[in-house]
């Protein structure tokens, strides 16, 4: 047993520390020994040294503010009609979904592509007990962002009265086993996907479609979320009746939780545990064989007589960055989901929610003015997403040496990484100006000062996330999916985004709202210009001194 609660130690450890800021050159299979055994301080000591909790409090809490809002919003429609069970199981739900969509497609790459698998299979404990780590570190990252997405709700719920602390004890128990279900599901697809796509040249592409169409269902919930909360109220019985036919184990929790039945709340655990270990249990028998198998491809050559083609250095290193981008799920997801939601609320915008913000416009003529720095703010803080440089130097990881040593300037090896992100970025921003006039939001003039102050953001991102990725890179990282999921450049571009971007919000209402919107305008379009040109500047003299001192 200590022997399985360190090798969680670790796994948990290392998953978190692919966040930190600076790591030491040992991953977690060099954590784990220390003089031929485990060392069961090394786990806290690599999150003590890197302060790598950082980045997983931040995520703490942007969950913790989804649970929040969508706890209140819940709490005013269902509690007047006595409905806080469903409001519960709601919850349960989304925390679910995030979970899912968070460790889902993450899943194979966690277990199966791990740099340390060689070194855990060949200690003295069970395939078992390396898969049971592997997954307890995932399930206690699902633990904190339930507790971030549920623990809110019935917090609240308490505050208000409802079912007093007999409640929320029921309620935490049932939350301590929620992730389980997230998990399981995240194995099985993992394993699937290991097994089923070996061999097939295109399985990244496949993974990244099927990341792309469930984030789509859930941006799509989400836009229908009020008309659905309207049916709730309309129809509350025949929604307890589809979880209690199609989702038994969540309507075993909330009626557990709520209702004080507690065979029922001992079923949920049950339903949660029992197949989590069952899975774990056979999967176990052939864990070794999978791993070969994902390592190792039947790779066959077809050689055929063709014309001989050159190309010069930036476009052989950009067509690298092009097929790295799109042939890595975490990397897409992870920097690149701001173009799938600039293209969802666009497409939500002009098929379906113009006669809304007409009306809201004609209830509050003073947001008509405010529609284009409106518009900008929006889609500003969906491009900050879109961050592939910020990335792109870690990535490279033992393999950094080649660039460096290959006859080519670090200008243009910086000019490739940038050209993809600029293109990542133009896919977003292009429609934004466009799609807004022909919604009649926007006249000619404003339409083409939005459209210049987001392509000159296009050009100011990816310049801004190299340069973080030059400062903070993260060579020594077990897997590609920890080099991007959780990287402490991605994290500073993305966040830092934001904050700029809300600082521009509270610029323009303190000191822009009773000005013409070209004023607004054309001073960002300064700002961006003249840091693009800073950051270039920079790139060009410290940039190279720090790329080729790495």
Same mark, same amino acid.
């Given at each position: 047993?200590?022997?399985?609660?360190?090798?969680?130690?670790? &796994?948990?450890?290392?998953?978190?520390?692919?966040?930190?800021?600076?790591?030491?050159?040992?991953?977690?299979?060099?954590?784990?020994?220390?003089?031929?055994?485990?060392?069961?301080?090394?786990?806290?000591?690599?999150?003590?040294?890197?302060?790598?909790?950082?980045?997983?409090?931040?995520?703490?809490?942007?969950?913790?503010?989804?649970?929040?809002?969508?706890?209140?919003?819940?709490?005013?429609?269902?509690?007047?009609?006595?409905?806080?069970?469903?409001?519960?199981?709601?919850?349960?739900?989304?925390?679910?979904?995030?979970?899912?969509?968070?460790?889902?497609?993450?899943?194979?790459?966690?277990?199966?592509?791990?740099?340390?698998?060689?070194?855990?299979?060949?200690?003295?404990?069970?395939?078992?007990?390396?898969?049971?780590?592997?997954?307890?570190?995932?399930?206690?990252?699902?633990?904190?962002?339930?507790?971030?997405?549920?623990?809110?709700?019935?917090?609240?719920?308490?505050?208000?009265?409802?079912?007093?602390?007999?409640?929320?004890?029921?309620?935490?128990?049932?939350?301590?086993?929620?992730?389980?279900?997230?998990?399981?599901?995240?194995?099985?697809?993992? &394993?699937?996907?290991?097994?089923?796509?070996?061999?097939?040249?295109?399985?990244?592409?496949?993974?990244?479609?099927?990341?792309?169409?469930?984030?789509?269902?859930?941006?799509?919930?989400?836009?229908?979320?009020?008309?659905?909360?309207?049916?709730?109220?309309?129809?509350?019985?025949?929604?307890?009746?589809?979880?209690?036919?199609?989702?038994?184990?969540?309507?075993?929790?909330?009626?557990?939780?709520?209702?004080?039945?507690?065979? &029922?709340?001992?079923?949920?655990?049950?339903?949660?545990?029992?197949?989590?270990?069952?899975?774990?249990?056979?999967?176990?028998?052939?864990?070794?064989?999978?791993?070969?198998?994902?390592?190792?491809?039947?790779?066959?050559?077809?050689?055929?007589?063709?014309?001989?083609?050159?190309?010069?250095?930036?476009?052989?290193?950009?067509?690298?960055?092009?097929?790295?981008?799109?042939?890595?799920?975490?990397?897409?997801?992870?920097?690149?989901?701001?173009?799938?939601?600039?293209?969802?609320?666009?497409?939500?915008?002009?098929?379906?929610?113009?006669?809304?913000?007409?009306?809201?416009?004609?209830?509050?003529?003073?947001?008509?003015?405010?529609?284009?720095?409106?518009?900008?703010?929006?889609?500003?803080?969906?491009?900050?997403?879109?961050?592939?440089?910020?990335?792109?130097?870690?990535?490279?990881?033992?393999?950094?040496?080649?660039?460096?040593?290959?006859?080519?300037?670090?200008?243009?090896?910086?000019?490739?990484?940038?050209?993809?992100?600029?293109?990542?970025?133009?896919?977003?921003?292009?429609?934004?100006?466009?799609?807004?006039?022909?919604?009649?939001?926007?006249?000619?003039?404003?339409?083409?000062?939005?459209?210049?102050?987001?392509?000159?953001?296009?050009?100011?991102?990816?310049?801004?996330?190299?340069?973080?990725?030059?400062?903070?890179?993260?060579?020594?990282?077990?897997?590609?999916?920890?080099?991007?999921?959780?990287?402490?450049?991605?994290?500073?571009?993305?966040?830092?985004?934001?904050?700029?971007?809300?600082?521009?919000?509270?610029?323009?209402?303190?000191?822009?709202?009773?000005?013409?919107?070209?004023?607004?305008?054309?001073?960002?379009?300064?700002?961006?210009?003249?840091?693009?040109?800073?950051?270039?500047?920079?790139?060009?003299?410290?940039?190279?001194?720090?790329?080729?001192?790495?």
């Amino acid at each position: 047993m200590s022997a399985l609660l360190t090798l969680v130690k670790i &796994q948990f450890a290392g998953l978190i520390n692919s966040a930190a800021k600076f790591g030491g050159r040992r991953g977690r299979a060099g954590a784990a020994k220390k003089g031929g055994a485990f060392n069961k301080a090394t786990a806290a000591d690599i999150a003590k040294k890197t302060g790598a909790m950082g980045p997983l409090l931040i995520f703490f809490g942007i969950f913790a503010y989804i649970g929040v809002v969508y706890g209140l919003m819940l709490y005013s429609f269902l509690a007047p009609v006595n409905a806080l069970d469903i409001a519960l199981a709601l919850m349960a739900v989304i925390a679910v979904m995030l979970c899912i969509m968070f460790m889902f497609f993450n899943g194979a790459g966690f277990l199966f592509g791990g740099k340390d698998n060689d070194f855990l299979l060949s200690m003295p404990v069970s395939t078992f007990f390396i898969m049971l780590s592997k997954t307890l570190a995932l399930y206690l990252e699902g633990l904190l962002f339930s507790v971030a997405v549920v623990g809110p709700s019935v917090i609240l719920f308490f505050i208000k009265g409802f079912g007093g602390a007999a409640f929320v004890l029921r309620a935490a128990l049932g939350i301590l086993f929620l992730p389980f279900l997230p998990v399981t599901l995240s194995v099985l697809f993992g &394993q699937i996907s290991a097994v089923f796509t070996r061999g097939f040249k295109h399985k990244n592409l496949f993974n990244t479609l099927l990341s792309f169409a469930f984030l789509a269902f859930i941006m799509v919930g989400s836009f229908q979320i009020n008309g659905a909360l309207n049916a709730l109220i309309l129809n509350q019985n025949a929604f307890r009746e589809f979880l209690a036919r199609y989702l038994p184990p969540l309507s075993w929790f909330v009626n557990g939780a709520v209702n004080g039945h507690v065979l &029922q709340l001992l079923a949920f655990v049950a339903a949660a545990v029992m197949p989590f270990l069952l899975v774990l249990y056979i999967f176990s028998f052939s864990y070794k064989k999978t791993l070969t198998m994902a390592a190792t491809s039947n790779v066959t050559f077809n050689y055929r007589l063709g014309r001989l083609q050159a190309h010069n250095a930036f476009s052989a290193l950009f067509n690298k960055e092009v097929h790295r981008f799109f042939g890595t799920t975490s990397y897409v997801l992870n920097c690149g989901v701001g173009i799938l939601m600039s293209w969802g609320a666009l497409i939500y915008l002009y098929f379906f929610a113009q006669d809304q913000v007409f009306m809201l416009l004609g209830m509050e003529p003073a947001l008509a003015n405010a529609v284009p720095a409106l518009a900008i703010v929006t889609f500003a803080f969906l491009l900050f997403t879109v961050v592939p440089a910020a990335a792109s130097i870690s990535l490279e990881g033992n393999r950094l040496w080649i660039l460096k040593e290959a006859p080519v300037a670090p200008a243009t090896v910086f000019f490739s990484k940038i050209a993809l992100n600029t293109l990542l970025c133009l896919a977003a921003a292009l429609p934004v100006a466009p799609v807004l006039y022909l919604c009649g939001l926007v006249n000619p003039l404003n339409a083409a000062l939005i459209f210049a102050v987001l392509l000159t953001l296009c050009g100011f991102i990816p310049v801004v996330g190299l340069c973080s990725n030059l400062l903070l890179p993260k060579l020594d990282v077990v897997n590609e999916t920890a080099a991007i999921k959780n990287s402490g450049s991605v994290l500073l571009v993305t966040f830092g985004g934001m904050l700029l971007t809300m600082a521009f919000s509270a610029l323009y209402v303190a000191f822009f709202i009773a000005r013409p919107f070209y004023v607004f305008a054309i001073l960002l379009i300064v700002i961006f210009v003249a840091a693009t040109a800073a950051l270039s500047a920079l790139l060009r003299t410290w940039g190279v001194r720090r790329f080729l001192n790495m």
